[in-house]
């Protein structure tokens, strides 16, 4: 039955995309948003991932954070 490989093809994209949209954190866009920032610590939000960070180094964070902390609402 063809239907039954078809099926099998679309749940494994589906798996995959959703696994490497969790794991590939090169593809996170930090965004830097200076009305938020708080003294000496730049706020960046991923424009990906949607995770939030503050950092005091120059440029966006190196990792995305979202895994680390849960997602806000
Ligand atoms: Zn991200």
């Known amino acids: 039955m063809p239907l039954i490989l078809i099926t099998f093809i679309i749940v494994f994209l589906i798996v995959a995309y959703v696994t490497r949209r969790g794991t590939d954190t090169r593809a996170c866009r930090w965004r830097k948003n200076a009305s938020r920032d708080k ?3 730049q706020y960046y939000r991923c424009a990906a ?7 005091d180094a120059k440029g966006p964070p190196q990792d995305c954070k979202s895994k680390v902390t849960s997602r806000p609402l």
């Open 39 to 41: 003294g000496n610590l």
């Open 49 to 55: 991932c949607g995770a939030e960070e503050y950092t």
